[in-house]
């Protein structure tokens, strides 16, 4: 596999990670068929979402199986409403194609939030910034690297 941005940022970073690949199927429910499909429980594998918070970019991630409460995406960066990015204008801004888009390397850095579900495992799953990639880390690490605010974003 080659390197990818994401990887590349972790890499820079000193931060250990494995990887893990699988065969990338399209469609809904993406991070749920990563999971199944690289063996890992669902509560440890994290999607990463592109929005927008009173028209300005963010990144949030939370587990494959939630859904993301708008309301409290919005709160979490001071903002009064959210909504998701428009998928072109995501990769346009990330330099990953939706399905791939890691918060690691993005093209433009933007605030990340992360669910603090997340912080209840030793180690979590997130996109390796290409289809079908995945990288584990120390949730600790990740989130240090993105400066990400640690915050309930789903029910």
Same mark, same amino acid.
């Given at each position: 596999?080659?390197?990818?941005?994401?990887?590349?940022?972790?890499?820079?970073?000193?931060?250990?990670?494995?990887?893990?690949?699988?065969?990338?199927?399209?469609?809904?429910?993406?991070?749920?068929?990563?999971?199944?499909?690289?063996?890992?429980?669902?509560?440890?594998?994290?999607?990463?979402?592109?929005?927008?918070?009173?028209?300005?970019?963010?990144?949030?991630?939370?587990?494959?199986?939630?859904?993301?409460?708008?309301?409290?995406?919005?709160?979490?960066?001071? #903002?009064?409403?959210?909504?998701?990015?428009?998928?072109?204008? !995501?990769?346009? %801004?990330?330099?990953? &194609? =939706?399905?791939? *888009?890691?918060?690691?390397?993005?093209?433009?850095?933007?605030?990340?939030?992360?669910?603090?579900?997340?912080?209840?495992?030793?180690?979590?799953?997130?996109?390796?910034?290409?289809? #079908?990639?995945?990288?584990?880390?120390?949730?600790?690490?990740? !989130?240090?690297? %993105?400066?990400?605010? &640690? =915050?309930?974003? *789903?029910?």
């Amino acid at each position: 596999m080659t390197a990818t941005p994401a990887t590349k940022a972790l890499d820079k970073a000193g931060i250990n990670y494995d990887l893990h690949s699988y065969d990338y199927e399209g469609g809904h429910h993406i991070g749920e068929h990563a999971a199944d499909a690289i063996g890992a429980d669902p509560e440890r594998v994290f999607k990463t979402l592109m929005l927008e918070v009173d028209g300005k970019p963010a990144c949030v991630a939370i587990p494959v199986a939630a859904s993301v409460k708008m309301k409290k995406a919005a709160s979490a960066f001071g #903002g009064k409403s959210a909504q998701m990015m428009d998928p072109v204008k !995501a990769e346009r %801004l990330t330099g990953f &194609r =939706v399905g791939g *888009i890691s918060p690691f390397g993005q093209k433009k850095r933007v605030p990340v939030a992360i669910d603090i579900t997340a912080f209840e495992h030793a180690r979590v799953i997130l996109n390796g910034g290409q289809r #079908g990639v995945m990288v584990e880390l120390d949730p600790d690490k990740g !989130a240090a690297l %993105l400066g990400a605010v &640690r =915050v309930d974003l *789903i029910d």
